[in-house]
């Protein structure tokens, strides 16, 4: 899976303790987050669907859509984050086009495999 190490040297991470919720199914997809440190599970009806780690990015359907979250978040362990809200965004795919080609890489991969589940 493609990762994204734009975000390792970020001042502005936040950390999250264990069992932690970053967002849950249903919420507004205002931003997005970048794992710096840590793992991240995504849980669709109570199911672990994915675990993310670090350079994994996750909220970027929302983000991108304005659409509520399609799934839940919660923080394995401990973990430090980098949220990414819109403006951001845009200006990360304004100056740093690969940026932008590595997110769709992403969302093509979990696409591809949620659709091989099936």
């Known amino acids: 899976m493609t990762t994204i190490n734009i975000f390792q040297n970020a001042k502005e991470s936040e950390k999250f303790a264990d069992g932690s919720i970053i967002f849950s199914k249903g919420d507004p997809g205002d931003c997005m ?7 991240v599970e995504i849980v669709l009806n109570d199911k672990v669907i994915d675990t993310l780690s ?32 819109e403006r951001r965004f845009n200006f990360l795919v304004q100056q740093t086009p690969f940026f932008a080609l590595q997110v769709m890489r992403i969302i093509t991969a979990r696409l591809r495999k949620l659709m091989a589940a099936e």
């Open 33 to 39: 987050f970048g794992v710096v440190e840590g793992e």
């Open 54 to 85: 670090s350079g994994a990015i996750l909220g970027e359907m929302g983000l991108i859509d304005h659409s509520p979250r399609a799934a839940s978040a919660r923080v394995k362990g401990s973990a430090k984050l980098v949220r990414i809200d």
